[in-house]
């Protein structure tokens, strides 16, 4: 099993970050991996204590073991914390909130790691992330700190940032607002968006979202004529992987002075592997 510290995670102790990255792991086992020597950082043992660079690499044992523990619970990429909130890095393929299936969840696996920190607040989502879609998520800690967030969210203060790999060559900049249902009605819809670079078939672009309406980039760069990398459900081409090329990469809330305003969520593996294998892109 191979993992890469990102720039969030500078500093944690192995053993911390080994708790978060695989939250459903019992500090014990941990604990006894980690004494075995067989958590390598940057190829040498680790110890417990020792703190993580940012760009190190992690290599774990191959072992049912692990891969048991990994598929469990999502692993936790904490972005910042507040008394009132918890912003992670959401993987794709994994729920925001808990669902009817009997699977693993985000926003229950981060209940469940604060309250081994003797944190005993109710977790809310202040805001959604599709399942195919990774990025950054908020979660609020209590039902004070969910009101807060959400009118921030209401009032549109919040402004959020977007990756996506789109089929075809949109021009360099533009606007999309073709409205959206939501909830049972047609609402307007309005996004902005830049050409970071193009191959020959793909665009990668940055689009800023300025309402919030679900599914709302997904329908909107399809119906443009531009559908995102794997988004089957509205025409996407599907040899770039199971899931939309779709990243939540950037959220500011206007947070208070002693709390970061802008989050930032790195670039997951599976999406840098696929921008990878397409070339150097050209700007435009």
Same mark, same amino acid.
């Given at each position: 099993?191979?993992?890469?510290?990102? *720039?969030?995670?500078?500093?944690?102790?192995?053993?911390?970050?080994?708790?978060? *990255?695989? @939250?459903?792991?019992?500090?014990?086992?941990?604990?006894?991996?980690?004494?075995?020597?067989?958590?390598?950082?940057?190829?040498?043992?680790? =110890?417990?204590?020792?703190?993580?660079?940012?760009?190190?690499?992690?290599?774990?044992?191959? =072992?049912?073991?692990?891969? $048991?523990?990994?598929?469990?619970? @999502?692993?936790?990429?904490?972005?910042? $914390?507040?008394?009132?909130?918890?912003?992670?890095?959401?993987?794709?393929?994994?729920?925001?909130?808990?669902?009817?299936?009997?699977?693993?969840?985000?926003?229950?696996?981060?209940?469940?790691?604060? *309250?081994?920190?003797?944190?005993?607040? *109710?977790?809310?989502?202040?805001?959604?992330?599709?399942?195919?879609?990774?990025?950054?998520?908020?979660?609020?800690?209590?039902?004070?700190?969910? =009101? $807060?967030?959400?009118?921030?969210?209401?009032?549109?203060?919040?402004?959020?940032?977007?990756?996506?790999?789109?089929?075809?060559?949109?021009?360099?900049?533009?606007?999309?607002?073709?409205?959206?249902?939501?909830?049972?009605?047609?609402?307007?819809?309005?996004?902005?968006?830049?050409?970071?670079?193009?191959?020959?078939?793909?665009?990668?672009?940055?689009?800023?979202?300025?309402?919030?309406?679900?599914?709302?980039?997904?329908?909107?760069?399809?119906?443009?004529?531009?559908?995102?990398?794997?988004?089957?459900?509205?025409?996407?081409?599907?040899?770039?992987?199971?899931?939309?090329?779709?990243?939540?990469?950037?959220?500011? +809330?206007?947070?208070?002075?002693?709390?970061?305003?802008?989050?930032?969520?790195?670039?997951? $593996?599976?999406?840098?592997? +696929?921008?990878?294998?397409?070339? @150097?892109?050209?700007?435009?």
């Amino acid at each position: 099993m191979h993992l890469r510290v990102y *720039r969030c995670e500078h500093d944690l102790p192995v053993q911390e970050w080994l708790q978060r *990255r695989l @939250p459903a792991a019992p500090g014990g086992y941990l604990g006894k991996l980690l004494k075995s020597g067989k958590v390598l950082v940057n190829g040498q043992p680790s =110890s417990a204590g020792q703190p993580l660079a940012a760009g190190s690499a992690i290599r774990l044992p191959d =072992s049912a073991r692990l891969r $048991e523990l990994a598929a469990a619970a @999502p692993p936790l990429v904490v972005l910042a $914390e507040t008394p009132g909130w918890l912003a992670l890095a959401k993987p794709a393929g994994v729920p925001v909130h808990p669902t009817a299936e009997d699977e693993a969840d985000l926003s229950s696996t981060a209940q469940n790691w604060l *309250r081994r920190r003797g944190l005993r607040c *109710r977790v809310a989502p202040a805001h959604r992330l599709d399942r195919g879609t990774s990025g950054v998520v908020i979660l609020a800690k209590g039902r004070k700190a969910a =009101s $807060e967030l959400g009118k921030g969210l209401m009032a549109g203060t919040w402004r959020k940032t977007y990756l996506a790999l789109v089929a075809g060559q949109p021009p360099a900049t533009g606007i999309l607002d073709r409205p959206v249902h939501h909830r049972g009605r047609l609402r307007p819809a309005r996004a902005g968006y830049r050409v970071l670079g193009r191959s020959d078939r793909f665009s990668l672009l940055a689009l800023d979202l300025e309402t919030g309406r679900g599914h709302q980039l997904r329908v909107q760069l399809a119906g443009a004529g531009w559908p995102i990398a794997g988004d089957g459900r509205y025409g996407g081409p599907q040899d770039m992987g199971a899931r939309p090329c779709l990243h939540c990469l950037r959220v500011d +809330i206007g947070a208070a002075p002693d709390a970061p305003a802008v989050l930032t969520a790195p670039l997951p $593996e599976d999406l840098r592997r +696929i921008l990878t294998g397409l070339g @150097p892109f050209s700007t435009p």
